[in-house]
């Protein structure tokens, strides 16, 4: 399971840290993303926010597709990954 810690700068929150188990390491390199990364933004929507965090979270489930900007090494980067058929 990858577990996402918040990330704070300056005392506001700005994302969410990447902590894969060291079985999800691979699949997240797969996707393109690291251990560490920091997702900021998914389908366009600011992660600066728990509540925020959770609801896109929850329309996920129906995605077809995620965009998710992230933090790597100081540089904000992107990428686009396709999910499985929604509702199976």
């Given at each position: ?79 686009s990954v396709p ?6």
């Amino acid at each position: 399971m990858v577990r996402f810690q918040p990330h704070l700068e300056n005392g506001a929150l700005v994302g969410y840290k990447i902590q894969p188990r060291q079985a999800d390491a691979e699949l997240l390199g797969e996707l393109g993303l690291r251990p560490s990364d920091i997702v900021t933004r998914v389908n366009g929507r600011s992660l600066d926010d728990p509540r925020e965090a959770n609801k896109v979270l929850q329309d996920l489930r129906d995605a077809r597709r995620i965009e998710i900007s992230f933090i790597r090494e100081g540089q904000q980067r992107s990428l686009s990954v396709p999910l499985g058929q929604a509702g199976g």
